[in-house]
Each structure stands twice: as structure tokens, then as C-alpha cells.
């Protein structure tokens, strides 16, 4: 593979994402959210939409390929939007976006053995749902 092949891949990938993040935008700015709204947590809600398309990506990588629904090449675009939002987030943080404040968190409003717990409880109850299985 050439350099130039290579690179003129990565260019397609951040057009790819360009695209899709500008279609997005039609669907996810109406009624009234606003792009903060999203990440109820700040960067912390970012990192875990990235992780998550990193664990997507590992899981299709590991199971060859072969995908349902989102494919190896959205996952890694999506991926792509996913941190060029925690780039402008990062950016315009202390410029535009608005903080929410701590007691507006629905859980993590407390020390981090308080929120394990809490999130074990739930895990819990949400296993028991399904009758004990994952």
C-alpha cells in the first residue's frame, strides 16, 4: 500500500464523517435541544460514547467482520465524530457551554463507592428482570 493510497483513505473516512455528522444535525437539532444537552455529563458522556465505538469496533474486529446493522466503517465514522465533539467540547467549553450542575445528575452525585453501589443495585435488578441471565 502506498502512502498516498493510505492517506487518500484516511481523507475519505473524514469526508465520511463530515457527512454524516451534517445529516445527523437535521435530526438530533430540533425541538429545542441544544447540543450540550446531550452530554449530560460533559467530557465524561463523550468518552463514553467513544468507548462504546471502540468496544463496537474490537467486537466486529474480533468477530471478523461481520456486522447486522452498523458496519466496521460507521463505527470507526461515528468514532471520528465522537472525538471531534470532545475537540470542540474541550474548546468552546468555558466559552459556550452551559455546566449542569451537580444535583441535576441523576446518579453520580455522590462519592464513587456510593455510585458503584448504586450502579451495582441497578445492574442487579436489571439482570434479575431477565431471569438471572445477561
Not at 18 to 23: E, F, P, Q, T, W
Not at 61 to 69: E, M, P, T, V
Not at 94 to 117: A, C, H, L
Amino acid at each position: 500500500m502506498s502512502d498516498d493510497a493510505f492517506r487518500e483513505a484516511a481523507l475519505g473516512f473524514l469526508d465520511a464523517a463530515r457527512a454524516i455528522s451534517d445529516k445527523k444535525k437535521e435530526d438530533y437539532d430540533s425541538g429545542g435541544v441544544e447540543i450540550e444537552d446531550y452530554w449530560l455529563y460533559g467530557y465524561k458522556s463523550l468518552m463514553t460514547y467513544i468507548w462504546n465505538k471502540t468496544l463496537r469496533a474490537r467486537s466486529l474486529l474480533d468477530g471478523g467482520g461481520k456486522a447486522n446493522f452498523e458496519s466496521l466503517e460507521d463505527t470507526v465514522i461515528d468514532a471520528i465524530n465522537y472525538w471531534s465533539f470532545l475537540g470542540a467540547f474541550l474548546k468552546l467549553r468555558d466559552q459556550t457551554m452551559k455546566p449542569v450542575p451537580r444535583s441535576m445528575y441523576p446518579i453520580g452525585n455522590e462519592d464513587t463507592e456510593t455510585f458503584k453501589r448504586k450502579l451495582n443495585e441497578l445492574f442487579k435488578a436489571w439482570k434479575a428482570r431477565r431471569g438471572g441471565e445477561l
